[in-house]
T-cell receptor, first 112, second 115 residues
């Protein structure tokens, strides 16, 4: 059953701590994305990757980092430099052409 | 920069009513438009995708239309049910590779269908 798996579902960050959100897909998609969703707001793009070993900053990349060492995996690290990390984080992937974007179930990050 | 607006922000209807959700975008040179459903605390489920060359797409009780020249799309839900209660998001994809063909989202319409 193809899809996108995000883990953990809930995550808590202490002051000064880096945390990593996992995103794995078995859809054989080249492109992957990380979005942030705040209450009452649309999704905003953090980082994207169109191919293995390549990734680019989105609209709100400050305080975040990513890696793309495997086609299936696109982890997001929320660093201590991100001063307002409390949000719902969504990972997505996309096939070629007019294929729709597919989304994971999200990770909710909160501050302890 | 592409701006996507959804009206209304919230909508409450009695069960059985037909309803229309609206989406507008400022740059009409889109590649495609996608409607999503989001249940509380969950990810996004793709409902319909309309290519820029298409006028509408249908899936069951859902019908999405696209008027690219005027920068508008509507999602029509027929015979609404309480299970349709969710937030509906509209997103457009531009043809250029800027932002890796990421989607530009509206803020969503929160729909409540009452029994």
């Amino acid at each position: 059953d193809g899809g996108i798996t995000q883990s953990p579902k809930y995550l808590f960050r202490k002051e000064g701590q880096n945390v990593t959100l996992s995103c794995e897909q078995n859809l054989n998609h080249d492109a992957m994305y990380w979005y942030r969703q705040d209450p009452g707001q649309g999704l905003r793009l953090i980082y994207y990757s169109q191919i293995v070993n390549d990734f680019q900053k989105g609209d709100i990349a400050e305080g975040y980092s990513v890696s793309r060492e495997k086609k299936e995996s696109f982890p997001l690290t929320v660093t201590s430099a991100q001063k307002n990390p409390t949000a719902f984080y969504l990972c997505a992937s996309r096939g070629r052409g007019h294929q729709p974007q597919h989304f994971g179930d999200g990770t909710r990050l909160s501050i302890l | 920069k592409q701006e996507v607006t959804q009206i209304p922000a919230a909508l409450s209807v009695p069960e059985g009513e037909n309803l229309v959700l609206n989406c507008s975008f400022t740059d009409s040179a889109i590649y495609n438009l996608q409607w999503f459903r989001q249940d509380p605390g969950k990810g996004l489920t793709s409902l319909l995708l309309i290519q820029s060359s298409q006028r509408e797409q249908t899936s069951g009780r859902l019908n999405a239309s696209l008027d690219k020249s005027s920068g508008r799309s509507t999602l029509y839900i027929a015979a609404s049910q309480p299970g349709d209660s969710a937030t509906y998001l509209c997103a457009v994809r531009m043809p250029s590779s800027n932002s890796g063909y990421a989607l530009n989202f509206g803020k969503g319409t929160s729909l409540l269908v009452t029994p």
